[in-house]
């Protein structure tokens, strides 16, 4: 046991091992990916925004990339079933009010 936690020390190993999974790290990438997502699109900089574009694509991509990965590979754990749709729900939710705090209009949050 861990006296500092109470937990057995396999089980914090066995949460590390899950979490260190290739799937899971594309996955907090895309968590990390995200304020610079709305950093670079409310900069208001023409050429920061085609940044924050293609960081929002790199971000999908890598959403649909480690489900796959995960999913081929025999490898997905319950950390991964936890954070995917997290990492999927911030990205979603901060391009929407992103959207709708640079145009602001709620029209726009209507229609993403």
């Known amino acids: 046991m861990n006296a500092a936690q109470g937990q057995p020390q396999t089980e914090q190993m066995s949460l590390w091992r899950e979490l260190m999974q290739f799937a899971n790290i594309l996955t907090l990438i895309r968590i990390v990916l995200t304020p610079v997502f709305v950093w670079a699109f409310l900069s208001g900089s023409w050429e920061l925004r085609v940044?924050?574009?293609?960081?929002?694509?790199?971000?999908?991509?890598?959403?649909?990339?480690?489900?796959?990965?995960?999913?081929?590979?025999?490898?997905?754990?319950?950390?991964?079933?936890?954070?995917?749709?997290?990492?999927?729900?911030?990205?979603?939710?901060?391009?929407?009010?992103?959207?709708?705090?640079?145009?602001?209009?709620?029209?726009?949050?209507?229609?993403v």
Do not use: C, N
Not at 75 to 92: C, E, H, I, Y
């Open 51 to 111: 940044l924050g574009l293609a960081v929002f694509v790199f971000a999908a991509i890598t959403d649909w990339w480690d489900g796959h990965y995960a999913r081929k590979s025999k490898s997905v754990t319950q950390v991964g079933r936890f954070l995917d749709p997290l990492a999927d729900k911030l990205l979603t939710i901060s391009a929407m009010l992103a959207f709708v705090w640079e145009f602001d209009s709620l029209l726009m949050f209507v229609l």
